[in-house]
């Protein structure tokens, strides 16, 4: 059964700062991975995701991820915070069957200081 | 637009008295599911549905229904609610396919007392 883990479920950096929220997961196939991103009282928003070919991926809002597959991590990364960015993140990976069930890791909220 | 309608928004009621949250979908997709999201447990899906009358368990089924009757509505279903059932519930829709995005409606917060 394939499976995420995200690295800290709280991370605060400074305005202007690197953001770098973590996630491995556990496959035994090729995965199909995402960020989602969930502001306070809403809904979950697409940020990006690699389903195939380049290993490097670029999201909305200036955020991208890396696949890697011999770390099994696809970490997020944004080079330079804003005070908008900050928000829950959540790492998931697509089931090949059932349609394609999204299994999510546990969250990571990301707070920015002035 | 494209869009997944919740309603409620936010439900508090008691045990036991059943309750329905609605979902609708007008992107004319196949897949439609419903999460709950618990704090450091991110999402786990309760049911899921491929298609009209095609309808199956996720990963914490317990204590729910749905039905799937028409392609654009999945309304999850409480029978005898529980104060364990307490929790943030998500819409979600798709294509049938693992390799696409889902879209989230905004998000049912329920309490159950």
């Known amino acids: 059964a394939q499976s995420v883990t995200q690295l800290g479920s709280h991370v605060s950096v400074s305005e202007g700062a690197l953001v770098l929220l973590r996630c491995n997961y556990s496959s035994s196939v090729p995965p199909y991975l995402f960020w989602y991103v969930q502001y306070p009282n809403q809904g979950l928003q697409l940020l990006l995701k690699y389903t195939t070919g380049a290993t490097l991926v670029k999201g909305i809002n200036g955020f991208e991820a890396e696949f890697k597959k011999s770390e099994t991590s696809f970490h997020l990364t944004k080079p330079s915070a804003h005070m908008s960015d900050a928000a829950e993140y959540f790492c998931?990976?697509?089931?090949?069957?059932?349609?394609?069930?999204?299994?999510f890791g546990q969250g990571t909220e990301l707070s920015v200081k002035p | 637009e494209a869009q997944v309608t919740q309603n409620p928004r936010y439900l508090i009621t008691v045990t036991g008295k059943k309750l329905t949250v609605t979902c609708s979908q007008n992107m004319n997709h196949e897949y439609m599911s419903w999460y709950r999201q618990d704090p450091g447990l991110g999402l786990r899906q309760i049911y899921y549905?491929?298609?009209?009358?095609?309808?199956d368990k996720g990963d914490v089924p317990e204590g729910y229904k749905v039905s799937r009757k028409e392609k654009r509505n999945f309304p999850l279903i409480l029978e005898s609610p529980s104060p364990n059932q307490t929790s943030l519930y998500f819409c979600?829709?798709?294509?049938?396919?693992?390799?696409?995005?889902?879209?989230f409606g905004q998000g049912t917060r329920l309490t159950v007392v």
């Open positions: 549905s491929m298609n009209v009358e095609v309808t």
């Open positions: 998931a990976v697509s089931e090949y069957n059932q349609g394609g069930k999204l299994i």
């Open positions: 979600a829709t798709k294509t049938g396919t693992a390799n696409t995005e889902a879209f």
